[in-house]
C-alpha cells in the first residue's frame, strides 16, 4: 500500500513540475537581460520599471523600481524564482524568505563573475545547455577583443555622479570594460568600486578622454569647469556623453556588454 | 581696544596665515591647480565660516539664547529644500538660486509666523523657526524616499561640501556676491553695539531711543539671506554659528564690542580646518557637516553644562 501512495505522489510531483512553468520575478535590469538571452524570457511575469531591454519587456506587470521594490506586488503574483540584485535590494532577500519565496541574489561586479552568473542562471531555469553556448559566444568575443587590441592606452576618467563628482575603479563593471576596451583608467585604484573623487586628482592625471555616463552630463558644462581646461581632454573635446554612447551597455552586466566594449573603443581611440 | 583683545586679534592673524598656507601646499600640487582650484575652495570656506559665526553671534544676542545658531530659524531647511529641489529636477545649475528662493519662502513663512496674534516674543520666533524647519525637513525625507538615485546629492546638501565646482561664469558671480556679503556683514559689525543695547531686554532697549522692531526685522532678514548663500552654495554645515561665538566670548573675557568681528574672523578659520580635516583625514572626502559635528558635539555638551 505505502508503495501505491509513493509511486502516485511521485507521478504528482512529476505532473506538478512538468505542468508548472516556473515564474519569475526579475528586480535587476541586467539579470533581466540574461534570462531573456537564455530564452527564458517568457517566464519573466514581474520586473521592475528599470528592465527595458529587450524591448518586449515593456508588456511585463512591473512590482516597483530598482530601489523602491514592492513587497506586496512580489507576492501577489506568487512567482517561483525571485531574482534579486545585491545592495539597496539584499534587505529584500531575508523579507521573502521569511515567506518561503525561493529567492535569489546576483550582483555580478566583474566580467568573470557575469559569466559565472549566468551558468548559475543556466542551472536555476534548466537551461544549461543555453547557458554554455551565450557563456562560449562571448568568450570568443571576448577573445577576439582582446587581440585586436590597439597598442597605446589613452587616459580615461569616466564621470559616474555628478555632485559630488564620483568615478569608478578597476574592480567595477564599467571600470573592467574601459580597460578591456583599451583605456587606462585614471581612478583605476579606488577605495571602493565607486568612490568620490577630487577635482585635483582629475587635473592632476590628465585624462586624454572624459565618459559621462549619468544623463543630463554636457560637454560645455565640463568645459566650463574653472581648472580643468587645461586637461587634454577638455582641450581636444574629447569628451563624451549618454548622446555618444548608451549608458545602459557599459553599466550593465549583460551579454551586451560586447557592443559596450566596442563602443568604449570607438569613443576612446576616436 | 585693550591688550587681550589685541593679543586675541593677533593670534587669530597667525593661525589664519598658518591655516592658509597649510590648506594650499598640502599634498603638493601645481601652481595651476592651487591658484583654480584650491583657491576658489579656500575663498568659499572662508566665507561660509565667516557669515556663520557672524550669524551665529547675532542671532545669539538677538534671540537672548546661548543655543542660537543660524539654523535655528528654519532658514537651512528651506535653504536645503530649495537646493534639493533643483537637483533633483536635474537643474544643478541652479542650485544655488533654488537655495536662496528656499531661503526668502522660509523667512517669510517664519517671520509671518512669529507675528500671527497680533504680538512678538522671542520665544514665538525660535519657536516658528522650528515648526518651519520641521516642515521643510519633511518635505525633504519625502524627496529623499522618492528620488532614491538622487540620495548622493541629497547626502550633500544635508552634510555640508564645500567641494563646489565653479564654471568661470559661477565664480564670477559668486565674486560679486562676496562683495555683498562683505558689505552686509561690515554693516552687522556696526549694529554690534545696538545688539548688545538689545540683549538687555526690549523694554530698557526702547526707553534707550532703540527702535526694537524695525532693528529685529533688518537684523533677521539680513541673517537669513546671509545663512541662505551659505546653504545654497555649501550645504548645511553646522555648529560654526555655535560654538565659535562662546569661544571667541570665552577668549575675549568681556571685551564686547569687536566680538563679533573676531567671531567671523575665527569662524573662517575655523572651517578651513574642519574642511582640511574633511579632505585629508580619511581616504575619501568625508562631508564637513560630520566634522563639524565631532568637533561641536562635546563643545555642545559642554556648553550645556556651564549654562545650567
Known sequence: ?270 | MNKRALVNIILFTIIFVVMVLIYLRYDAASVHIIRAIRLPRLVLTFVCGFVLAGVGYTFQVLLDNPLAEPYILGISSGAAMGSIVASVLGLFLLMPLFGFAGALLSMILVWTLAHIGGYFSRTKLILSGIIIGLFFSSFISLLMYFNQKDIGHIINVLMGNLGYIFSHSEWNFFLILIFFIILIMIYLFFQAIRLQVLSTGDMVAHSLGLNVPALRKRLFILCSLLTGIVVSYAGIIGFIGLIVPHSVRFLQRGNQRINIVLSSFAGGIFLLFCDFLAMHLAVIEIPVGIITAFLGSPFFILLMLRNK
Open chain 1, 1 to 270: 500500500m505505502r508503495i501505491v501512495y509513493t509511486i502516485a505522489l511521485v507521478l504528482l510531483a512529476f505532473k506538478i513540475v512538468l505542468a508548472n512553468p516556473p515564474r519569475i520575478v526579475v528586480t535587476s535590469p541586467e539579470i533581466a537581460e540574461i534570462v531573456c538571452a537564455l530564452d527564458a524570457g517568457e517566464f519573466i511575469v514581474g520586473l521592475t520599471q528599470e528592465c527595458d531591454y529587450p524591448t518586449y519587456l515593456e508588456e511585463v506587470e512591473k512590482v516597483g523600481s530598482f530601489g523602491n521594490v514592492s513587497f506586496e506586488a512580489i507576492i501577489s503574483i506568487q512567482p517561483t524564482h525571485v531574482f534579486i540584485s545585491g545592495l539597496e535590494q539584499a534587505h529584500l532577500k531575508s523579507k521573502l524568505q521569511k515567506i518561503s519565496l525561493p529567492v535569489y541574489e546576483f550582483y555580478p561586479q566583474s566580467v568573470a563573475s557575469f559569466l559565472s552568473t549566468i551558468a548559475q542562471l543556466g542551472e536555476l531555469l534548466n537551461k544549461e545547455s543555453r547557458a554554455r553556448v551565450v557563456q562560449d559566444s562571448l568568450r570568443n568575443e571576448l577573445a577576439q577583443l582582446a587581440r585586436s587590441q590597439p597598442a597605446n592606452s589613452p587616459r580615461v576618467y569616466i564621470e559616474i555622479y555628478q555632485n559630488p563628482i564620483m568615478s569608478v575603479s578597476r574592480d567595477s563593471f564599467v571600470g573592467e570594460l574601459v580597460h578591456l576596451a583599451g583605456g587606462e583608467n585614471i581612478f583605476d585604484s579606488l577605495p571602493r568600486e565607486y568612490s568620490r573623487i577630487s577635482p585635483e586628482r582629475v587635473v592632476e592625471a590628465d585624462p586624454e578622454v572624459i565618459i559621462i555616463t549619468y544623463p543630463g552630463g554636457s560637454k560645455e558644462q565640463m568645459k566650463n569647469r574653472r581648472g580643468w581646461e587645461v586637461i587634454s581632454a577638455v582641450r581636444h573635446e574629447r569628451i563624451y556623453t549618454v548622446n555618444d554612447i548608451d549608458a545602459d551597455i557599459i553599466l550593465r552586466a549583460s551579454p551586451r556588454l560586447i557592443d559596450g566594449i566596442k563602443a568604449l573603443r570607438e569613443l576612446i581611440y576616436e
